[in-house]
């Protein structure tokens, strides 16, 4: 297959063009600086000592053996954090440095600077902590009946369903029509999903640097330097201010970056000893280093009529959130909001209930809950359709939700959502013929394990569709800033905080600024606190929408400001704010205003997949989607998006699980936490809708999360075409096919 | 960047240079690929006062055949294994090759290692055990050769003296149709659930079987060739495999009886 | 100790503690932190290197194996400011996300180009099986190789 492509410039466009990233050319001479590749002169290194057990009482902390280790600078506990001691994303429960009581294997206790990394290991190595094991809560639905892990409830409050039962992080109920609507089928189903992570290659790393004059400069990987920043002065007892967050070079992030990983860490070691100091985790660390996706037990009862129409759905979803709560109480929001997926039905009780355990904390990851009911709803359309005797894609479409039609949070569709259009376009795309044999054994399930030459394998094609909010929703106050210089020479310089993780969204401002200015020499800023406004996080699939409409709102501005003046240099910033969103009700989880979410975006995907039903051993031969992007600013970077969550959704499918015992990790490496390689992803065809959003820059739509959230129940579904079992958990063991 | 206690590496030039070194530094660990020392190394799990680099010793490389001796030195890679000349006389061997991760673990995942390591899930061990490998063993006192299933003793334990030192491997390729399988959760880059090589050899009028992954060490087993039907049971009796994290002793117990009988309608139909 | 060897055909010299790995001496002494760390035990890739023209991890290498041995990292293929054809044909081809496998990637395509000029599909993804990326998916990856091979 012929790829051409524009071989000497890279193409300055405009939005709507394909276009090459101008970061992309560092980035393949290895010359791109990642958190991880940074250093200063008289740098430390800092390391973390942590917990070994998931539930403890802290009796002691001993720390004197390793000051006295040579090369040791710092050492440092809960009594050096000179502010707050707790932090958190959305509720301050998570300590600094743990306080007097362990919640997790691998919390943070103590941390350490020393001149050389080797150094720092052996004085961690060196720091006696004397632990009273206690019972750890694993099991999530126990936990609701178990000591509380947070006794002073942080989540409780807030709007939010008041829930007395120990241990739950939010409780969310939706009841949408008549609950007890019956229907002539009745479809059960009890599903669980394991825990994912999200195995971005780059590690948690960072750089802090203290300004000689009390205050630090913290160089980090990271999705939102502002919400950082906004944690960390609290804990250094700073003004916000006096703490710079500069975004270092990111390697991948998918939601494991939206929590804090070594930043107040670094900053505490770094205004402690006078010294820049650098902390980079290594993969095995990496692993507790930040949150996972929640795993999940779902129960679902889904009614319909003879003739095809879903008339009833109730859902219980349970989400393990682990120790700290993240954005737990998001991740249910979200997974109730989209449990049923993108269908019209006009009765529903969702239930939602995420928990504290001593799990791994759990918090965002790409899909943001949507990925777990995904899987579960559409196993019981797939059911359904069997039952009744439709097709699958027939059923789908017959039930397809479309603009003016009512979420079961009663916020009725507004913009676009060509769903029916997504389901056709991926239903028409051509599926492969089955290859003969012989084969190559790669070509094969079991690839180059050689375990068949064609024995036991048995060829399957699944569907499947699934949708998700875009941007932030339930009334939180969601913006962006972006500023815009014009220098009296004609060129311009953008000042973005978006955080650029792989996405590409340095790209979209960029094509935005100069089809705005009608300029190429357009330059983008490093991403600092200090030189311009919250952009809100990379996350949630809103970052091309928020950065686009910020970018286009302050070029214009300085254009308009420009004129006004009558030339010379301008400088200006401006805010965008998309459409406001309100809470849902707490008893009832309807919306209390227009709507709790501001867009929606749906995909549909088709799967073959070949299973070699003796081993269990299954191999995806082939898949197609057709996804709603709105309008793609830049089709080559949508593709790429769509590809890459698809493998993240092929991986949490066939392969990725978070093993735990008793709250510890058993598979932190790469050897046994497995992640789809080259030999594991088949071609994706893509088709890309686009209807423009009515009340977006550009009609953009995020592109990042739809493929993610659909690819795990796609695949699913053609494995159990192929093998005829249920299936109902995820990741699929060889052993649930087999045996 | 010196470290207060730093690491010594020798590079020895000569194995007798090795095996002097290695007398004198009991203690001391061996490196060749790398693949699994330098894990240890790396996450700081192993901080032996000593490591005896033995990358640039000529007696280790390569691999020679003599009146129907096959001998495989220690530092023979994967890579190495899957060519053409070498892969017709032990076929098996190089399919286990192929079958080990990438690219750049095959260019540097040694038969030594695997025999140093002794891990039982080592892709090379299947295929040697079938074909009754004999190991050379060299230490400042001497040579001596043992049986392959004889060095492998348990888990990540082997037969070694402290003072010795794998030199080569030796087997007489007994040139019947033989294949190597592995089962793994993705693709590509596993380590073995479990695996398993088998090699009909029907001048000895036997089929012999090698599995890993599903017992402390590899293990063989032997039936004649008039029973080989039995062999799928037979291979499944002498797994004793466990739960781990990878995964379950049912699930290896049942793939390696479809492994056996699949293997054995290749090699009989070839 | 000290040892010398020539990297990206420069001579270099290093002074080791002995234990670090061929990648941490790259980074961390010779100021080449092109070639990364993703996972430091050979399963991803990210630090593959040219070692005596043989595609290998150079987290798994021994920085004292290096002694006396020629090292290509990704830093050294570009000539000057002109892009190796590999590298060009990543960035024409979209295959560069958040980038952390790339310069992996690239070490190990241009390996795979000079020993296989023309690969088919399946050569392609076997040759890029120890190759870990989280972002693409692998389907640009595969059009820059194809790219490459055609531009040859």
Redesign the interface.
């Known amino acids: 297959m012929s790829v051409t492509a524009p071989r000497t410039r890279l193409a300055v466009g405009k939005v709507g063009d394909r276009l090459l990233r101008d970061d992309a050319v560092p980035k393949v001479r290895g010359e791109f600086d990642y958190s991880s590749d940074l250093s200063a002169p008289g740098m430390l290194w800092g390391d973390t000592v942590r917990s070994p057990h998931a539930h403890a009482r802290i009796l002691s902390v001993d720390l004197t053996r390793a000051l006295t280790l040579p090369g040791v600078h710092a050492v440092l506990t809960h009594a050096d954090v000179p502010g707050r001691k707790t932090y958190g994303l959305e509720f301050p429960d998570q300590p600094v440095l743990a306080i007097d009581r362990v919640r997790y294997v691998g919390e943070p206790v103590a941390v350490v600077a020393a001149d050389q990394p080797e150094q720092a290991r052996r004085a961690i190595e060196a720091i006696e902590v004397e632990y009273e094991p206690l019972e750890p809560v694993v099991d999530m639905e126990r936990a609701l009946e178990q000591e509380p892990l947070h006794p002073d409830r942080p989540t409780a409050g807030h709007g939010y369903l008041d829930d007395p039962r120990p241990n739950v992080v939010r409780h969310l109920v939706i009841r949408h029509g008549n609950p007890d609507a019956a229907g002539d089928v009745v479809v059960r189903g009890e599903y669980e999903v394991g825990i994912q992570d999200q195995a971005f290659l780059g590690p948690e790393s960072g750089l802090a640097v203290p300004d000689g004059e009390g205050g630090v400069d913290i160089h980090v990987a990271t999705q939102w330097i502002h919400v950082d920043r906004d944690q960390v002065a609290p804990c250094l007892d700073l003004e916000p201010e006096r703490v710079r967050v500069h975004l270092a070079g990111v390697g991948g992030a998918f939601g494991g970056r939206e929590d804090l990983s070594m930043q107040i860490h670094g900053a505490l070691l770094a205004l402690h000893t006078g010294r820049p100091v650098k902390m980079s985790y290594d993969r095995e660390e990496s692993f507790t280093g930040h949150v996972h996706r929640h795993p999940a037990r779902i129960r679902c009862e889904h009614r319909a009529t003879r003739d095809g129409r879903i008339t009833c759905v109730r859902m219980e979803i349970l989400l393990d959130g682990g120790a700290y709560a993240s954005s737990s109480t998001a991740v249910a929001s979200n997974a109730a909001s989209f449990a049923l997926g993108p269908y019209r039905v006009d009765n529903a009780l969702i239930e939602a209930t995420a928990v504290y355990t001593n799990n791994p904390p759990c918090g965002a990851m790409r899909g943001f809950g949507a990925v777990q009911t995904c899987f579960a709803a559409e196993a019981q359309v797939d059911r359904l359709a069997e039952e009744l005797g439709i097709d699958p894609v027939e059923l789908r479409l017959l039930n397809a939700l479309e603009p003016g039609d009512t979420l079961p949070t009663g916020q009725v569709v507004t913009g676009s959502l060509p769903t029916r259009e997504v389901i056709r376009r991926a239903a028409a795309l051509r599926i492969p013929d089955a290859e003969p044999l012989p084969r190559d054994p790669l070509r094969l399930p079991g690839g180059a394990g050689n375990t068949t030459r064609g024995e036991g394998v048995r060829r399957g094609v699944g569907f499947a569709l699934g949708f998700k909010n875009i941007c932030y929703s339930e009334g939180f106050d969601d913006f962006c800033a972006a500023r815009v210089v014009l220098r009296a020479d004609g060129g311009a310089v953008v000042h973005s905080a978006a955080a650029e993780v792989g996405q590409g969204v340095v790209g979209v401002i960029l094509q935005v600024a100069r089809t705005e200015l009608g300029t190429d020499d357009v330059t983008l800023a490093p991403a600092a606190t200090a030189s311009v406004g919250s952009a809100g996080s990379a996350s949630a699939s809103r970052m091309t929408w928020m950065a686009a409409g910020a970018v286009r709102d302050a070029c214009r501005a300085a254009l308009e400001e420009r004129e006004r003046r009558g030339g010379g240099e301008v400088d200006v910033e401006r805010v965008y704010r998309h459409p406001r969103t309100t809470p849902l009700d707490p008893e009832t989880g309807q919306i209390t205003g227009k709507r709790a979410h501001v867009a929606l975006a749906v995909a549909a995907m088709r799967v073959v997949a070949e299973v070699d039903v003796e081993l269990g051993l299954s191999r995806v031969v082939w898949i197609g989607t057709a996804q709603d992007v709105g309008h793609a600013v830049n089709p080559l970077a949508v593709e790429g998006q769509i590809e890459g969550g698809t493998a993240q959704g092929l991986g949490l499918a066939l392969m990725e699980e978070l093993v735990t015992r008793d709250g510890a990790i058993l598979n932190a490496s790469f050897t046994d936490y497995l992640i789809p390689t080259a030999l594991d992803m088949p071609p994706v065809e893509i088709e890309l809708v686009e209807e423009a959003q009515p009340d977006a820059p550009y009609g953009v739509k995020g592109v990042g999360e739809p493929p993610t959230v659909v690819s795990t129940a796609a695949i699913l579904s053609a494995l159990r075409d192929a093998t005829g079992r249920p299936l109902t958990r995820v990741p699929v063991r060889p052993d649930d096919i087999c045996l | 960047?010196?470290?207060?206690s730093?690491?010594?590496?020798h590079?020895p030039r000569t194995l007798d240079e090795a095996l002097e070194l290695k007398a004198a530094l009991p203690e001391a660990r061996f490196?060749q690929?790398?693949?699994d020392?330098?894990?240890e190394?790396?996450?700081?799990r192993s901080?032996p006062p000593a490591?005896v680099?033995l990358?640039e010793l000529d007696e280790l490389r390569g691999w020679s055949s003599e009146d129907g001796e096959l001998r495989l030195g220690a530092g023979l890679t994967y890579t190495e294994a899957m060519r053409p000349e070498l892969a017709e006389l032990v076929p098996a061997l190089a399919?286990a090759a192929?079958?080990v991760?990438?690219?750049?673990?095959r260019?540097?995942g040694t038969v030594g290692g695997n025999l140093g390591t002794a891990s039982p899930a080592g892709d090379a061990l299947p295929p040697l055990l079938a074909e009754g490998a004999l190991v050379d063993v060299a230490s400042v006192r001497g040579v001596r050769t043992l049986p392959l299933d004889e060095f492998l003793l348990g888990v990540k334990r082997n037969a070694l003296e402290p003072d010795e030192l794998v030199t080569a491997v030796r087997l007489a390729p007994s040139g019947g149709p033989q294949?190597?399988?592995?089962?793994?959760?993705?693709?590509?880059?596993?380590?073995a659930?479990c695996s398993l090589a088998v090699i009909v050899d029907a001048a000895a009028g036997e089929v012999r079987a090698s599995f890993g992954s599903a017992a402390t060490t590899a293990r063989r087993v032997t039936v004649p060739l008039a029973e080989a039907a039995a062999l799928p049971e037979r291979v499944a009796d002498a797994a004793a495999p466990i739960d781990d994290?990878?995964?379950?002793a049912?699930?290896r117990r049942?793939?390696l009886r479809?492994?056996a009988s699949?293997a054995l309608?290749?090699c009989l139909r070839s | 100790m000290k040892i010398a060897l020539t990297v990206n055909g420069e001579r270099r010299e290093a002074d080791l503690w002995g234990g670090e790995s061929l990648l941490t001496m790259l980074r961390d002494t010779l100021e080449l932190p092109g070639s990364k760390n993703a996972c430091e035990q050979g399963e991803c890739g990210s630090c593959s290197v040219l070692l005596d023209g043989e595609l290998v991890c150079s987290c798994l290498v021994l920085a004292a194996q290096a002694d006396g041995h020629e090292i290509v990292t990704v830093e050294g293929l570009a000539s000057g400011d002109e892009l190796h054809p590999v590298q060009r044909a990543f960035v024409d081809a979209g295959a560069v996300q958040c980038g952390f496998c790339t310069p992996g990637l690239v070490v190990a395509v241009t390996d795979l180009l000079a020993r296989t000029p023309d690969p088919g599909d399946d050569e392609i993804r076997e040759a890029l099986s120890g190759n870990l990326c989280r972002c693409t998916g692998y389907a640009k990856i595969f059009d820059a190789v194809r790219l490459a091979a055609e531009g040859r």
Do not use: W
Not at chain 2, 1 to 4: R, T, V
Not at chain 2, 6 to 9: I, L
Not at chain 2, 179 to 191: D, H
């Open positions: 960047m010196c470290l207060s730093p690491v010594d590496v590079t490196v690929g790398g693949t020392v330098m894990v190394l790396n996450f700081g901080r490591l680099n990358a399919e192929r079958t991760g990438s690219p750049q673990i260019n540097r294949t190597f399988m592995k089962v793994g959760p993705r693709n590509a880059m596993v380590i659930i994290v990878r995964a379950t049912a699930y049942h793939s479809v492994l699949r309608e290749r």
